[in-house]
């Protein structure tokens, strides 16, 4: 079993709907985040936790809310979505320190129509 | 603000011939350096990682980069590419202020292996 697990793995919708990403990892990390990646554009990050009580916006936080249920699942919303959400959505899990790497999950590709 | 610029969206080489992908960073304090992989429909795999215990590093896959704290950069290199090579490649710098761990990453560089 994949230790970063994130559902659905693909997902088509319209404009205005509200959408969930959710992810569980199985590495005990604290530490998860959500990434959007977009051609060109690298991976850029929209909100972060280091705890259940801890959520931190990212660069690109705007039109996104998460939601850390526990330890080990950290869901991505957006609660009105529009065509330039369209993107791949990865999460990732990582430890208190910075020398090491973090941990993703195989993405959820999302197509906003 | 730390950055990284990975020169060259879209990299193509011959099976059997040298790969280079060039990752460049901005850091006020020495980092931390990472290279991903990323194949189609996957996420991302670390390939290696730079933490200052020794300045050439070797990966996975017969991989290798270069800490050159001169040059500022991190360069990822593979005698001889193979077409399983074929995939997405991400640097990635790690913040070190405080205790607040986060990624900046390039925007990746496209490697295309030709028979």
């Known amino acids: 079993d994949a230790d970063v697990t994130q559902t659905p793995r693909n997902r088509i919708t319209k404009t205005g709907k509200r959408i969930m990403l959710e992810c569980s990892q199985t590495?005990?990390?604290?530490?998860m985040y959500w990434y959007r990646q977009d051609p060109g554009l690298g991976l850029r990050l929209i909100y972060y936790s280091f705890d259940v009580k801890d959520i931190n916006k990212g660069e690109i936080s705007d039109g996104y809310s998460v939601s850390r249920q526990a330890q080990a699942k950290f869901s991505l919303s957006l609660e009105s979505a529009i065509p330039n959400q369209t993107a791949l959505y990865f999460c990732?899990?990582?430890?208190?320190?910075?020398?090491?790497?973090?941990?993703f999950g195989d993405g959820t590709r999302l197509s906003i129509l | 603000a730390q950055s990284v610029t990975q020169l060259g969206s879209h990299v193509s080489v011959s099976e059997g011939a040298l790969v280079l992908l060039r990752c460049n960073y901005s850091?006020?304090?020495?980092?931390?350096l990472f290279w991903y992989v990323q194949y189609p429909n996957q996420g991302l795999q670390l390939l290696l990682k730079y933490t200052s215990a020794a300045t050439l590093v070797k990966g996975i896959n017969g991989f290798e980069a270069e800490f050159k704290k001169s040059e500022t950069s991190f360069h990822l290199t593979k005698p001889s590419a193979h077409m399983s090579d074929a995939a997405e490649y991400f640097c990635a710098v790690s913040d070190l202020r405080g205790s607040n761990y986060k990624l900046t990453f390039g925007k990746g560089t496209l490697l295309t292996v030709n028979p």
């Open positions: 850091s006020s304090v020495p980092p931390y």
């Open positions: 990732a899990t990582g430890t208190g320190n910075s020398n090491q790497p973090q941990h």
């Open positions: 590495k005990g990390h604290d530490r």
